[in-house]
Every structure is written in C-alpha cells, then in structure tokens.
C-alpha cells in the first residue's frame, strides 16, 4: 500500500490520447481508496479534463494539481525536443498555462 504522504506528480487521463485510458472518475476513485491526498493530471499538451479532474478531486477529499506535459520544439531535425511537466498553483498560473498552450 502506498504511504499517505505519496503523490502522483504526472498522471495522464484519456485526454493523452495516445498515451492513456484512464478515465478521471476512476483515477479520482483509486486515489481516495489508496488514501492519497492530492494527485496531480499532466496529460499531453492539453487541459481538456482538467475542470472535471478538479471538481472530482475535491468532491473526494483530494487536492487536485492541474497540470501539462509540454514538448518543447528544438530546431534539430533528429532531436524531437524534450518534454516538461508545469503544474498550476493557484487560478493565475492555469490561466498562464491556457496563455501559453494557446500560442
């Protein structure tokens, strides 16, 4: 089992579409089994789930930490980029996100 103190930092849902089938209610549910309390959503280049990500997430107890897997562009043509994972602290900082998902 794991410890209480232990979060997920880079979870994706069935919003990576190519990465992940986990839906969000069932996410939320297994973390409030395993007695976590918070888990952070970090799916790929988009924050499609992430207001019914929250609203499950507090609805059980569970501190939600909104966030992206971002690929950065490099101009080499054999390196793809690396990719980074930027969670929102507070309303400003999602609202950054949208800003720089958007560009």
Do not use: W
């Not at 959503?41 to 059980?60: I, S």
């Amino acid at each position: 089992m794991l410890h209480r103190s232990f979060v997920h930092l880079d979870v994706h849902t069935e919003f990576s579409l190519v990465d992940s089938v986990i839906q969000i209610p069932d996410l939320v549910r297994v973390a409030r089994e395993l007695d976590m309390p918070a888990i952070a959503v970090t799916d790929l280049g988009n924050l499609f789930g992430a207001v019914k990500f929250f609203e499950n997430a507090v609805a059980q107890g569970i501190k939600p930490l909104v966030g992206v897997e971002i690929s950065l562009v490099t101009d080499e043509v054999h390196n793809p980029g690396e990719k980074i994972r930027v969670l929102c602290c507070n309303r400003g900082g999602y609202q950054n996100l949208c800003r720089i998902l958007d560009a």
